[in-house]
């Protein structure tokens, strides 16, 4: 049975790509090249991929998380 490993995430302007670049204090990317800026957070489960909605603050995107982890633990676990 495989282990579900559900966290938060930033993701750039498409809300669809994570953004794992390293950025400044003010949130602007460091290496702009490389990375377009950061929308927000969301949920990265290792069994949806991305899901839920962009929260623009992190918080919110942790209690989402919370949320997400409850569902799957409701769910019965299959081998
Ligand atoms: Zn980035
Ligand atoms: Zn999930």
């Known amino acids: 049975m495989a ?3 559900i966290k938060v995430v930033a993701v750039h302007e498409d809300s669809d790509s ?3 670049h390293p950025t400044a204090p003010t ?8 990375c377009t ?3 927000g957070y969301r ?3 290792t069994h949806c ?3 839920g909605d962009t929260h623009g ?3 919110n995107a942790d209690s989402a998380c919370q949320t997400h982890r409850s569902e799957h633990a409701a769910v019965p676990a299959t081998t």
């Open 43 to 45: 949920i990265n489960c």
């Open 27 to 34: 949130g602007e990317p460091r290496d702009p090249s490389q």
């Open 49 to 51: 991929g991305l899901t």
């Open 57 to 59: 603050i992190r918080s």
């Open 18 to 20: 994570i953004c794992e």
């Open 3 to 5: 282990r579900i490993s």
């Open 37 to 39: 800026g950061r929308r």
